[in-house]
């Protein structure tokens, strides 16, 4: 006769007696048990399996293996049903994978396998029978998608307390949902119900505490009491063919689903959102699709919203998702996504927390631009890229740490942060390093960002050759910046809207001007730009209020769109060489602007953007005071002294133009060890380039700094006296030829 063991609260444990199992039944809560009964047993393997001579039924498992495949055939019958409680308790395995020729898994038949992981439930299977796989709390992959056309019914606890699943898909053929089916799936996120569903029990999704979205494909079922007691962010959506929809349904509100979208081959797009709730609850699946993006513009501008969450799976956020939702306070960004696009959060001043979890992997330009209430930002380990301007204007955060996985930060990814006062990177982050106020690239070489709230007089490091985009952005507390020769590049914006410069100096070893890079400094009266500089690119000095005189260097051959407009005191521009080439509207708003030019320089007009020209006025004077007509260009192109140098060249000499005995010479001061020395008399606050050739074929280049106290390639005299160059980079045996440029 059958043994009976009693076991409070639980699951009986099962027995091996005269070759007979024994299996006793779950206690249910008004203190009933059952008896499933005895039956004769055989062994095949690991497998203990009773049948009827025509079909096997699977009474328990004696091996050990973690992945556990349950076979089709027993002795020449087909395996159709997993008996009650025939691995109850097989804590060893982690992966089962059930045979196609299965039709019924047994009364508490994996209960308490609390290593197993991953089921495969295939399409053969038409009944899953009460506590089938009650507290598998690690079940975490429940392929119900798969099933086919036959399972028609979810036996009561049958997954209760598998907290390891996250979302759910019950396909159209389940009719009935058992009592507390699936109670206490706190991992659970996401249900999908197909339409076939007409009968839900009690306590069938209750306490699944983290529960956001249930999505039904058909009509409204019957439903017992309390179905989602303590699912207190569960929302069901249902769709428009759908009818008998009411605003509820057990204890959770219910909605139309508030969303369009569109069908990709890697699954559901968001497009757009048409509900009014200031709550949106982005679902996994949608008519049975995994929904995997949110697409551009898809909730732009939707000034109701106040909180998204957004459910695990979906793997791209677009760009401008959610710009402009002015009252969005709460973003829950799952741990599923890998990339956030271009302004997707930008302008969204009510958000005061955000974490950016250890799935994504690029954090897009602007993304998080001008959130004005952003507090905090937790970006996780994980996240390698954040591009350019990505928390531009965040005025409420204070300080954001840089995980070690970073190893791409765009231009101006921090600035205009009025209350940013740190950056906080490990020792052990491969790519960056905060120093003083100063984000820097992990070499010193590049500098990233300075913080808005430095103040005073700031010097460059001589390491850095790089000055990124919007580095100093609104950085108004600094009084002045120096940049060094060893910089080469400085970025878009660099300087933008330093309202407490005054004076800036472009070192030589620059040759471009940038975009937007002194635009809106206000205070900024003077800029030298040395004649290494071929370009000023668009907006470069725009809307330089105080700026008044400007000398553009002969290097310069082309001047971008806006370059200097809106310099309203802004009277003079010298230019030294020919007329650059002029982007539109370069001096629009310039009323009070003369540019003044040498008759020796071609391309210029009466006008010059919009602009009257003039020959430069102290070129004329130093005509008249040398006695030589303003009239024509003889005076200018004669050499009156006969002593090989154009008046002009005189002029910019600053030599005598009728003293044959007073010009630019060299001398040659003789060779040393791989050195070479020339000499030549300057004249005061004359700025000279020494210039070598190997040939005289190839094309002339900025000789190398020379040994020794005034003995650069470059050098201005604060008087009249003997300079001297000496080349260090010249061997006994090697060709060299200089000259002596005068930088006007």
């Given at each position: 006769?059958?043994i009976?063991?009693?076991?409070p609260?639980?699951?009986?444990?099962?027995?091996?007696?005269?070759?007979r199992?024994?299996f006793?039944?779950f206690?249910?809560?008004?203190?009933?048990?059952?008896i499933?009964g005895?039956v004769?047993a055989d062994?095949w393997?690991d497998w203990t399996?009773?049948?009827?001579?025509t079909?096997?039924?699977i009474r328990?498992?004696?091996?050990?293996?973690g992945d556990?495949v349950?076979?089709n055939?027993?002795?020449?019958?087909?395996?159709?049903?997993?008996g009650?409680?025939?691995f109850s308790?097989?804590v060893?395995?982690?992966?089962?994978?059930?045979?196609?020729?299965?039709t019924?898994?047994?009364v508490?038949?994996f209960?308490?396998?609390t290593s197993?992981t991953?089921?495969?439930i295939?399409?053969s299977?038409?009944n899953i029978?009460?506590?089938?796989f009650?507290?598998c709390?690690?079940?975490?992959?429940?392929?119900?998608n798969?099933?086919?056309?036959?399972l028609a019914?979810i036996?009561?606890?049958?997954?209760?307390?598998?907290?390891?699943l996250?979302?759910?898909?019950?396909?159209y053929t389940?009719?009935?949902i058992?009592?507390?089916?699936f109670f206490?799936?706190n991992?659970?996120?996401?249900i999908?119900?197909?339409?076939g569903?007409t009968n839900?029990?009690?306590l069938?999704?209750?306490?699944?505490?983290?529960?956001?979205?249930?999505d039904f494909?058909?009509?409204?079922?019957?439903?017992g009491?309390?179905v989602?007691t303590g699912?207190?962010?569960?929302?069901?959506y249902?769709?428009?063919?759908?009818s008998?929809?009411?605003t509820?349904?057990g204890?959770i509100?219910?909605?139309l689903?508030p969303?369009?979208?569109t069908?990709?081959?890697?699954?559901?797009?968001?497009?757009?959102?048409?509900?009014t709730?200031?709550?949106?609850?982005?679902?996994a699946?949608?008519?049975?699709f995994?929904?995997?993006?949110i697409?551009?513009?898809?909730?732009?501008?939707?000034?109701d919203?106040?909180?998204?969450?957004i459910?695990?799976?979906?793997?791209?956020?677009?760009n401008?998702?959610?710009?402009?939702?002015?009252?969005?306070?709460s973003?829950?960004?799952?741990?599923?996504?890998?990339n956030?696009?271009d302004?997707?959060?930008?302008?969204c001043p009510?958000l005061?927390?955000?974490t950016?979890p250890p799935s994504?992997?690029s954090?897009?330009?602007?993304a998080?631009?001008?959130c004005?209430?952003l507090?905090?930002?937790?970006?996780?380990?994980?996240?390698s890229i954040?591009?350019?301007f990505?928390?531009i204007?965040?005025d409420?955060l204070?300080s954001?740490?840089?995980p070690?996985?970073?190893?791409?930060?765009?231009?101006?990814?921090?600035c205009?942060?009025?209350?940013l006062?740190?950056?906080?990177?490990?020792?052990?982050n491969p790519?960056?390093?905060?120093?003083n106020?100063?984000?820097f690239?992990?070499d010193?070489?590049?500098?990233?960002q300075?913080?808005?709230?430095k103040t005073?007089?700031?010097?460059i490091?001589?390491?850095v050759?790089?000055?990124?985009?919007?580095?100093?952005?609104?950085?108004?507390?600094?009084?002045s910046?120096?940049?060094?020769?060893s910089v080469?590049?400085?970025?878009?914006?660099?300087?933008a809207?330093c309202?407490g410069?005054t004076?800036?100096?472009i070192p030589r070893?620059?040759t471009?001007?940038?975009?937007?890079?002194?635009?809106?400094?206000?205070?900024?009266?003077?800029?030298m730009?040395?004649?290494?500089?071929?370009s000023?690119?668009?907006?470069?000095?725009?809307?330089?209020?105080?700026?008044?005189?400007?000398?553009?260097?002969d290097?310069v051959?082309?001047i971008?769109v806006?370059a200097?407009?809106?310099?309203?005191?802004?009277?003079?521009?010298?230019?030294k060489?020919?007329?650059?080439?002029?982007?539109?509207?370069?001096?629009d708003?310039?009323?009070?602007?003369?540019?003044?030019?040498?008759?020796?320089?071609?391309?210029?007009g009466s006008?010059?953007?919009?602009?009257?020209?003039?020959?430069n006025?102290?070129?004329?004077?130093?005509?008249?005071n040398?006695?030589?007509s303003?009239?024509?260009m003889?005076?200018?192109?004669?050499?009156?002294?006969h002593?090989?140098?154009?008046?002009?060249?005189?002029?910019l000499?600053?030599?005598?133009p009728?003293?044959?005995?007073d010009?630019?010479?060299?001398?040659?001061?003789?060779n040393?060890a791989n050195?070479?020395?020339i000499?030549w008399?300057?004249?005061?606050?004359?700025?000279?380039?020494?210039?070598?050739s190997?040939?005289?074929?190839?094309?002339?280049s900025?000789a190398?700094?020379?040994?020794?106290?005034n003995?650069?390639?470059?050098?201005?005299?604060?008087?009249d006296?003997?300079?001297?160059?000496?080349?260090?980079?010249?061997?006994?045996?090697?060709?060299?030829?200089?000259?002596?440029?005068?930088?006007?």
């Open positions: 006769m059958p009976m063991l009693l076991k609260n639980n699951w009986t444990h099962r027995f091996n007696t005269n070759a199992d024994i006793l039944a206690i249910f809560s008004m203190g009933l048990f059952y499933i005895s004769q062994q393997g399996y009773s049948s009827d001579g079909n096997v039924t328990g498992y004696t091996g050990t293996n556990v349950i076979p055939i027993i002795s020449n019958m087909p395996v159709i049903t997993i009650s409680g025939a308790n097989c060893s395995m982690i992966n089962i994978t059930i045979s196609s020729s299965v019924n898994i047994g508490g038949a209960s308490f396998c197993l991953n089921v495969a295939p399409w299977v038409i029978e009460d506590y089938a009650y507290s709390s690690n079940i975490a992959k429940l392929k119900l798969s099933i086919g056309p036959n019914n036996g009561d606890s049958a997954f209760s307390q598998c907290n390891g996250s979302s759910l898909l019950i396909p389940v009719a009935s058992g009592n507390s089916a206490g799936c991992g659970l996120t996401s999908t119900l197909g339409n569903i839900i029990g009690n069938a999704f209750a306490q699944c505490t983290n529960l956001f979205d249930v494909y058909g009509n409204p079922p019957n439903v009491s309390s989602f699912d207190v962010h569960a929302i069901i249902y769709y428009p063919w759908a008998s929809w009411g509820t349904l204890d509100q219910a909605m689903l969303f369009t979208y069908n990709t081959a890697n699954g559901i797009s968001i497009t757009g959102y048409t509900g709730n200031g709550v949106a609850i982005i679902p699946m949608i008519e049975g995994p929904v995997v993006s697409g551009d513009y898809s909730f732009y501008s939707h000034l919203l106040t909180n998204v969450i459910v695990s799976g979906i793997t791209s956020i677009g401008d998702a959610f710009d402009s939702c002015t009252n969005l306070t973003i829950t960004i799952p741990n599923s996504v890998t956030i696009g302004w997707a959060f930008m302008w009510s005061t927390n955000i950016i994504v992997i954090v897009g330009s602007r998080f631009a001008q004005r209430g507090v905090n930002v937790t970006i996780s380990n994980g996240v954040i591009r350019e990505a928390f204007g965040c409420s204070t954001i740490t840089l070690d996985s970073l190893t791409t930060i765009g231009d101006g990814a921090f205009a942060c009025s209350h006062t740190n950056i906080e990177v490990n020792v052990s790519s960056y390093i905060f120093t106020g100063v984000l690239s992990i010193n070489t590049i500098l990233i300075c913080l808005v709230g005073g007089d700031y010097i490091p001589d390491s050759t790089n000055i990124g985009g919007a580095a100093f952005l609104r950085c108004t507390n600094l009084t910046i120096s940049i060094p020769e080469t590049s400085i970025g878009s914006y660099a300087f809207t309202n410069l004076n800036m100096t070893s620059v471009s001007i940038g975009y937007g890079t002194f635009s809106d400094c206000l205070r900024l009266t003077t800029i730009i040395p004649t290494s500089i071929v000023i690119s668009d907006y470069a000095f725009r809307q330089c209020a105080n700026l008044t005189t400007v000398t553009i260097p290097s051959t082309s971008g806006m200097f407009s809106y310099c309203p005191r802004l009277a003079s521009m010298y230019f060489g020919d007329a650059p080439k002029l982007g539109t509207f370069v001096f708003g310039d009323d009070s602007l003369t540019n003044f030019f040498y008759p020796w320089t071609t391309s210029w006008t010059y953007g919009g602009q009257p020209t003039q020959i006025p102290d070129f004329t004077q130093w005509l008249l040398n006695n030589f303003t009239n024509g003889e005076s200018t192109t004669n050499d009156y002294d002593d090989g140098m154009l008046n002009w060249q005189e002029y000499a600053g030599t005598n009728t003293n044959a005995a010009k630019l010479a060299i001398s040659f001061m003789g040393g050195t070479i020395g000499s008399l300057s004249k005061s606050n004359i700025s000279y380039q020494v210039m070598k190997i040939d005289l074929q190839q094309v002339w900025s190398p700094n020379g040994v020794g106290t003995q650069q390639a470059f050098q201005t005299a604060p008087m006296q003997i300079l001297q160059y000496a080349d260090p980079n010249c061997a006994d045996s090697t060709n060299a030829f200089y000259r002596v440029n005068v930088v006007p």
